[in-house]
């Protein structure tokens, strides 16, 4: 089935470096994405989206990049901060009429000081 | 503030007994979900409602119910059917259930079999 994933289970930085965050996708439908951050103990909070239409959108200190010919997603955190470490998911939404949000496995991302 | 609540923020079951999680919307959004996560996975999709009076199956519905008799409102129970029901519970809400702007979470439920 359908399914969206992580490059890698754990990223650690240090303070200040940029961090990025990768993420494929299999579905080649889906013409939605978000990129979500959870920190331990709480629900997800929503941080960026794209549509299939955009290769690039930025946000305060984050970028979401979309390649839709190899079916990747990746997010980019600039200076990154100790507040910055969270579990980060990335989610499509397929472009099919009744379906929920698909989530990938996470990212585990360690900033230390 | 328009948010989503769920509650109580930990809960614990005993085997065989049936516990409902409860989940509270005011953002006026139509379509919810119940969403579960295990240490170190993602999340899986329990339950969704579309719209008041009706719900459909995620990926791993066996063991649980759920109703939306209201659209602020949707609770999911865990029955004893569930064998492994020891996990974090979470619930979204969205605009719609398609060409949304993303889910907005509650802060999860973690329920614990004793």
């Known amino acids: 089935g359908e399914s969206v994933g992580l490059h890698l289970p754990t990223l650690s930085v240090q303070e200040g470096d940029n961090s990025i965050i990768n993420c494929a996708y299999s579905?080649?439908?889906?013409?939605?994405f978000i990129w979500y951050k959870q920190e331990s103990g709480k629900g997800p909070q929503f941080i960026i989206d794209?549509?299939?239409?955009?290769d690039k959108r930025q946000g305060q200190r984050v970028t979401v990049l979309l390649n839709k010919t190899v079916k990747h997603l990746s997010l980019q955190i600039a200076a990154t901060q100790p507040g910055d470490s969270a579990v980060y998911f990335c989610a499509e939404i397929p472009n099919q009429a009744g379906t929920a949000l698909i989530f990938g496995k996470g990212t585990t991302l360690s900033v230390s000081s | 503030d328009g948010g989503i609540t769920q509650s109580p923020k930990y809960l614990f079951r005993k085997e065989g007994q049936n516990v409902t999680l409860s989940c509270e919307q005011n953002l006026n959004h139509d379509a919810m979900y119940w969403y579960r996560q295990d240490p170190g996975q993602g999340l899986r999709l329990i339950y969704y409602?579309?719209?008041?009076?009706?719900?459909q199956k995620g990926d791993i519905a066996e063991g649980y119910s759920v109703s939306r008799e209201k659209k602020e409102s949707f609770p999911l129970t865990v029955t004893s059917a569930q064998k492994n029901p020891t996990a974090f519970y979470l619930c979204?809400?969205?605009?719609?259930?398609?060409?949304?702007?993303?889910?907005?979470f509650g802060s999860g439920t973690r329920l614990t079999v004793v």
């Open positions: 409602s579309q719209i008041v009076n009706d719900f």
């Open positions: 794209i549509r299939s239409n955009m």
């Open positions: 579905n080649s439908a889906s013409d939605y």
């Open positions: 979204a809400s969205s605009i719609d259930l398609n060409r949304s702007n993303g889910y907005t």
